[in-house]
């Protein structure tokens, strides 16, 4: 989509218009809804060939083409289809001892809150992941940031930012085990990801993109940069 935005002078349907930000599943829409969105699919990509076999040639690249990602096309299909095999159990014992270390590192953050904010702030009164109260909270402990979100100009106090606070070594004892119990989070999320979206047959059957990591955010030059290395979705 975004190729075809940057040479065709077009702006396909994303697919977050098309199922409303999310919210909907394809599989929910009606077929004339859908109809645009998939006709784009299958037609972009034509009308990109002749102006994409240009560049190959030009830039004498078809080799490349012709000779590893063209062969590589079959390969990945049978990776898809084979899929790969989940350990249900190993999955359950990994999140089990990733829940253990997200609950200590969230102690230590409450612990290392504790003096700063004179033991008036704890697990009872305070939500971890909510990115509001710890902006507000950040923000009374006079956090050195100064980004701010568009929408409620509150502190953005994403890992970017953490990182930043914790590279001018600000409350490290705080900003520490607060990215611990994210990274946790999300490793958890992960594991039971493998489990949860297992196929029929008991595995994992993804979708491998040989162009890197492309993703549908708008019209955006930068919303699909190449990885440089073979990516998965779904």
């Known amino acids: ?38 006709a784009a699919d299958a037609d972009n990509p034509l009308r990109l060939w002749s ?23 079959p390969v990945l299909a049978r990776m898809e289809a084979a899929g790969i095999g989940v350990d249900v159990e190993r999955c359950k014992t990994i999140a089990e001892e990733l829940g253990k270390a997200r609950k200590e590192a969230k102690e230590r953050f409450f612990t290392a809150l504790a003096g700063p904010s004179d033991g008036t702030i704890d697990d009872s ?33 994403d890992a970017k930012a953490l990182q930043e606070l914790l590279d001018c070594e600000w409350q490290p004892e705080i900003i520490e085990p607060l990215m611990e119990y994210r990274k946790y989070i999300k490793l958890i999320s992960y594991v039971i990801g493998f489990v949860e979206l297992r196929g029929e047959d008991g595995r994992l059957h993804t979708s491998f993109n040989q162009s890197g990591g492309w993703e549908e955010r708008g019209d955006e030059g930068k919303a699909a940069p190449s990885t440089g290395r073979i990516s998965s979705s779904g």
Do not use: H, W
């Open 1 to 38: 989509k975004t190729l075809a935005t940057q040479m065709l002078g077009i702006r396909p349907v994303t697919y977050e218009e098309i199922t409303d930000g999310g919210k909907k599943k394809m599989s929910e829409l009606e077929a004339e809804t859908v109809m645009p969105y998939a």
């Open 51 to 73: 102006p994409l076999r240009k560049r190959l040639l030009a830039e004498e690249l078809k080799s490349v083409y012709e000779q590893i990602e063209k062969p590589l096309i």
């Open 125 to 157: 009164n305070f939500n971890i992941n909510s990115s509001n109260q710890l902006a507000g909270l950040f923000k009374a402990l006079g956090a050195p940031l100064t980004k701010k979100t568009k929408a409620n100009q509150r502190i953005v106090v």
